[in-house]
T-cell receptor, first 114, second 114 residues
Framework: NAGVTQTPKFQVLKTGQSMTLQCAQD?????MYWYRQDPGMGLRLIYY???????DKGEVPNGYNVSRLNKREFSLRLESAAPSQTSVYFC?????????????FGPGTRLTVT | QKEVEQDPGPLSVPEGAIVSLNCTYS??????FMWYRQYSRKGPELLMY????GNKEDGRFTAQVDKSSKYISLFIRDSQPSDSATYLC??????????????FGDGTTLTVKP
């Protein structure tokens, strides 16, 4: 049981380049989330998917798009990377959007945009 | 003003000390209160989970919620060097609302010196 996996672990992009961060979970969870974490700013929600087939914006969605490919996979795409998107990105999943279930986080992707 | 404010730290204590980590919040509708531990260059992991007011104990860790004061705490007894990490408080609304989104504090970095 791998839990939540993220690829790649590290990435360096030039301004204007695009890339997709991949996330997969093997816990049969319904809900998945993408966060970014910056020094002194905690975890900020970018996008989430309460269930397969649905996606919604979080607190900081500008410059990002997401795809819930299937129940297991939730990808985050940067169409035109900017230095302000330098951050650590975490994917998380949760059994259900409701009820007493908590989030399990992946190991993160460290992204630097130059 | 942020919905969740966390004592910023950093905090440095000798081994064996009692540690108190604290968060305040402004949204009286929060019902679920969590503490996550995040080791350096890793994803957050759920440490403690409390529903509504009261105390919850798990080994050396005690989570306390005071909804009347909108204040939560995490106490660590007999702190160990292995407790050195960043601790994030998180909160969310009641059952099945808001797609299970949590609001996080910015984190407090704790160092326990041998």
């Amino acid at each position: 049981n791998a839990g939540v996996t993220q690829t790649p672990k590290f990435q360096v992009l030039k301004t204007g380049q695009s890339m997709t961060l991949q996330c997969a979970q093997d816990m049969n969870h319904n809900s998945m989330y993408w966060y970014r974490q910056d020094p002194g700013m905690g975890l900020r929600l970018i996008y989430y998917s309460a269930s397969e087939g649905t996606t919604d914006k979080g607190e900081v969605p500008n410059g990002y798009n997401v795809s819930r490919l299937n129940k297991r996979e939730f990808s985050l795409r940067l169409e035109s990377a900017a230095p302000s998107q330098t951050s650590v990105y975490f994917c998380a999943s949760r059994a259900s959007a409701g009820g007493r279930y908590e989030q399990y986080f992946g190991p993160g992707t460290r992204l630097t945009v130059t | 003003q942020k919905e969740v404010e966390q004592d910023p730290g950093p905090l440095s204590v000798p081994e064996g000390a009692i540690v108190s980590l604290n968060c305040t919040y402004s949204n009286s509708a929060f019902q679920y209160f969590m503490w996550y531990r995040q080791y350096s260059r890793k994803g957050p992991e759920l440490l403690m989970y409390t529903y509504s007011s009261g105390n919850k104990e798990d080994g050396r860790f005690t989570a306390q919620v005071d909804k009347s004061s909108k204040y939560i705490s995490l106490f660590i007894r007999d702190s160990q060097p292995s407790d050195s990490a960043t601790y994030l408080c998180a909160m969310r609304l009641s059952y099945n609302t808001n797609a299970g989104k949590s609001t996080f504090g910015d984190g407090t970095t704790l160092t326990v010196k041998p």
